[in-house]
């Protein structure tokens, strides 16, 4: 009996060894990021999950850097914050149309970026962004109006808000997430139904509840993990399915872009996807060239030109932790965007 009970407990001991020491080398590989980036892409993914779920904020609900908008679901607030990760810490300017981008930048640009976190630039500095050094590279005056986890139905409805009397060339970063927005503004008629002011409340709280570490954190999100995808076939079957729609992530997108509240037939669009440094095989750039050649659409529209930034990035120029770019990073795609610019100012 006593060797039983020495069994049972030795047993015990071993498997919360174990526990402790898995739960020790997340809280590592989560804290240590220059330790990560030399790990196996399938552990980077699993503890850029616990980083994402147990540690990091997003800043649409930050209160010092982010507030309500009833057209928009919200807009960063203007002044001054200073938005925060496990890689990176940086100041925002913001000016009075909630924009990462200086005032006088909104008066009659020659250049728009749209885009969310992305373009926004989300882990760099205010100078380092793609907005920012284009502008420098090319000469032109150059509005910053990306905002983080805007779609490309909310970038076209902020385009509204804005000058664009001078514009000549509007870039649309595109990301894998705006396809459900883009779907709902199709499928409400072309109408675009933002959050209540009680649920950006909620949202706001959610996001700043208290996200300090605890014995066991990690391992307490794995196994809620694990459960919910359990769950997930479930809840599928009784969860409300959204309006059905036979229309791909590209016919939306386009969608979304003709029916903003500018015209944008005298406009240079530039478009390309901000693929995360594990998406660089995403098709949406290819379909959307064959789309619009093939395609019964405006001049404006066939004459989109595509940026396969794939070809002039680097999956090393990304953070760790983070999916976004590094400062190197901007200064790509603001070199590839520059090269476009400047061959079409040549043409005319």
């Known amino acids: 009996m006593k060797r039983a009970v020495k069994v049972i407990l030795f047993n015990i001991l071993a498997i919360a060894l174990l526990l402790a ?3 020790g080398t997340m ?4 804290h240590t990021p220059a330790l990560l980036k030399h790990c196996p892409k399938g552990i980077r993914n699993s503890i850029g999950y616990l980083y994402n779920v147990g540690d990091r904020k997003v800043i649409q ?3 010092e850097c982010a507030q309500y908008d009833p057209g928009l679901g919200y807009t960063l607030k203007p002044g001054h914050c200073v938005f925060s990760g496990a890689e990176f810490r940086n100041r925002y300017d913001i000016n009075s149309l909630g924009l990462r981008d200086e005032e006088k930048a909104l008066r009659q640009p020659e250049v728009i970026v749209a885009g969310d976190s992305y373009a926004m630039g989300w882990g760099v500095d205010q100078e380092e962004t793609f907005a920012r050094v284009l ?3 090319t000469g032109l005056k150059v509005l910053n109006a990306g905002v983080a986890s805007y779609g490309t139905a909310r970038e076209m409805l902020s385009l509204g808000r804005l000058e664009t009397g001078r514009l000549k060339y509007l ?15 199709l499928n409400q008629g072309n109408r675009l139904k933002t959050m209540s002011a009680e649920e950006y409340a909620g949202y706001r709280a959610l996001n700043n509840e208290a996200k300090g570490y605890y014995p066991g954190k990690y391992l307490a999100l794995k196994i809620a993990k694990k459960r919910n995808e359990l769950r997930k076939p479930a809840a599928k079957k009784e969860a409300k399915e ?5 229309r791909d992530d590209v016919d939306l997108f386009l969608n979304a872009l003709m029916n903003g509240p500018r015209d944008l037939s005298q406009v240079q669009i530039i478009v390309f996807d901000a693929v995360g440094k594990g998406d660089f095989d995403r098709p949406f750039i290819g379909k959307l060239a064959e789309r619009i050649r093939g395609g019964q659409y405006p001049a404006y529209i066939r004459n989109i030109i595509p940026l396969d930034i794939t070809k002039v990035i680097t999956k090393e120029q990304y953070y760790v932790l983070d999916d976004h770019w590094r400062k190197a990073g901007h200064g790509a795609i603001a070199e590839a965007l520059a090269t476009i610019i400047q061959k079409a ?3 005319k």
Not at 27 to 30: A, I, K, M, R, T
Not at 171 to 185: A, G, L, S
């Open 242 to 246: 959204p309006a059905k729609t036979n």
């Open 27 to 30: 809280y590592l590989l989560v």
């Open 61 to 63: 609900f930050t209160p």
């Open 135 to 137: 502008g420098k590279k």
């Open 21 to 23: 020491l898995f739960e």
């Open 345 to 347: 100012e040549r043409s």
């Open 171 to 185: 870039i649309v970063q595109y990301c894998e997430n705006d396809f459900d927005e883009n779907r709902e503004f």
